[in-house]
C-alpha cells in the first residue's frame, strides 16, 4: 500500500509499505478514503517536535476492510470515522469520556512502523471501541469533508468550547484563527455564545469563515495591543470563557491574560514553551481545563449535528489533494496558504 512517511522536517514523501494486518482480535482494518493534515503535523514538520522517521498522519475516514474475530459492532464494508486516537471504551477514564487518557489507548501516526492515517489501510486497535459507524448519510463530498473534520479538527474545537464552560449568553474569546480555532468558533455558537472574539492574523479568508461561523470581532494584533483591544471590547473585564487553540508561548500568555476573573481558559493548542502564570491566575480566580480531545466522546453528538445539517465543519477545508501529492498539502499549511488540506486516498464504492 501506499503511505506518507516522514523523513525529517520539510521532507514528506510518499512509500510503498505492508499493507497493516490484523494483529489482535480487536483489531480492524480500515481502508481509507480521506485523510487530512493536521496543524499539528507542522510542528514536527516545522523541526519544532521530534518525531521518528517513519508514517504519519491521524485524521482519517473509511470502510472497514477486515475484522478481528472479537470485533463484534463492527461488519465488513461499514463505513466508519475514526478519532486521532484508540480507545477500548470500557476503562474507568473511557466511562468518563476521557478517550485520550484510555489505559489501553494510544495515538496514530506516531512515526516508527506505526499506523499513520495518511495511508491507504491503518490497523485500528480496539475497533468497537474506537471507531464511529455512519449510517444514513448521504456521502455527498460535502458530508464526507465535515465527518472528516469530526476526526479531530471539529472534535477538538468543541473540546476547548466545552472545557471552558461556554453556555448561552456568554462573551467567549478564541485565541488562534487556523483550523481548531475556527472550528472553536464553530463550536461556541453551536453552545449558545452571545459574542465571539477571534484573535488572529490577517487572513481575510480565515476572517470570512470565522465570520460565517459566528465571530462578532476579529482582533488582529497580537501581544499586549491584543490583550488591550479585547478589554476595550469587554469593558475592561475580559471574556467569560476563553479557547487557547495554538499552544504557543504567546497565544497561551494572551489567552490567561484577556480571561475575565473567574473564568476558564479551554486548552487544546499543543502547548510548547506555555508555562501559565500561575500567580497571576490564581488571584484572579482564572481557570484552566482541556488537553487532547476525547473525540470519541463528542463523536456521536456531532455526527447527528452534521446529519442534520446544523453544522458544515468541512467547509475549513481550502485545498484538496491526492495521496501522491501529498507533500504539497504539508507545505501549503506549512507557508499559510491554506488552512486545512483535505487528501483524497481511494473511492468510496
Request: proline fraction near 3%.
Amino acid at each position: 500500500m501506499k503511505t506518507a512517511i516522514f523523513n525529517g522536517p520539510g521532507n514528506i514523501t510518499v512509500e510503498e509499505r505492508s499493507k497493516p494486518a490484523i494483529n489482535e482480535p480487536t483489531d480492524a482494518v480500515v481502508r481509507v478514503v480521506l485523510a487530512c493534515v493536521c496543524g499539528s503535523d507542522l510542528w514536527f514538520y516545522r523541526g519544532i517536535s521530534d518525531l521518528p522517521r517513519g508514517s504519519v498522519g491521524h485524521e482519517f475516514i473509511g470502510v472497514v476492510d477486515e475484522i478481528g474475530e472479537a470485533v463484534a459492532g463492527l461488519a465488513l464494508g461499514d463505513f466508519v470515522i475514526s478519532p486521532f486516537s484508540w480507545s477500548d471504551g470500557t476503562c474507568k477514564n473511557c466511562e468518563d469520556g476521557f478517550h485520550t487518557a484510555c489505559v489501553h489507548g494510544g495515538f496514530f501516526g506516531q512515526g516508527g512502523e506505526g499506523d499513520g492515517g495518511q495511508a491507504e489501510f491503518v490497523r485500528v486497535p480496539h475497533a468497537d471501541g474506537t471507531l464511529v459507524k455512519v449510517e444514513g448519510a448521504d456521502f455527498s463530498e460535502e458530508t464526507m469533508a465535515s465527518m472528516l473534520a469530526l476526526s479531530d479538527v471539529m472534535a477538538t474545537g468543541y473540546h476547548a468550547a466545552v472545557s471552558a464552560g461556554v453556555t448561552e449568553g456568554d462573551t467567549v474569546a478564541v485565541v488562534g484563527d487556523g483550523a481548531v480555532g475556527l472550528s472553536g468558533v464553530l463550536s461556541a455558537k453551536m453552545l449558545g455564545a452571545e459574542r465571539i472574539i477571534v484573535l488572529g492574523s490577517k487572513t481575510e479568508s480565515r476572517h470570512t469563515l470565522a465570520r460565517e461561523w459566528g465571530a462578532t470581532e476579529i482582533i488582529n494584533e497580537r501581544g499586549e495591543a491584543a490583550v488591550k483591544a479585547l478589554q476595550d471590547l469587554t469593558d475592561g473585564y475580559g471574556a467569560d470563557a476563553v479557547l487557547e487553540c495554538v499552544g504557543t508561548k504567546e497565544s497561551t500568555q494572551t489567552a490567561f491574560a484577556i480571561a475575565k476573573a473567574g473564568a476558564i481558559v479551554g486548552r487544546v493548542g499543543v502547548p510548547h514553551d506555555a508555562a501559565v502564570d500561575a500567580e497571576g491566575t490564581f488571584y484572579r480566580n482564572v481557570g484552566m481545563r482541556g488537553g487532547p480531545a476525547p473525540a470519541r466522546h463528542y463523536q456521536p453528538q456531532l455526527l447527528k449535528a452534521v446529519l442534520a445539517g446544523d453544522i458544515n465543519p468541512g467547509k475549513v477545508f481550502d485545498l484538496t489533494t491526492d495521496l501522491d501529492h501529498i507533500a504539497e498539502a504539508y507545505a501549503a499549511m506549512d507557508e499559510r496558504r491554506a488552512i486545512k488540506a483535505l487528501v483524497k486516498v481511494s473511492e468510496l464504492a
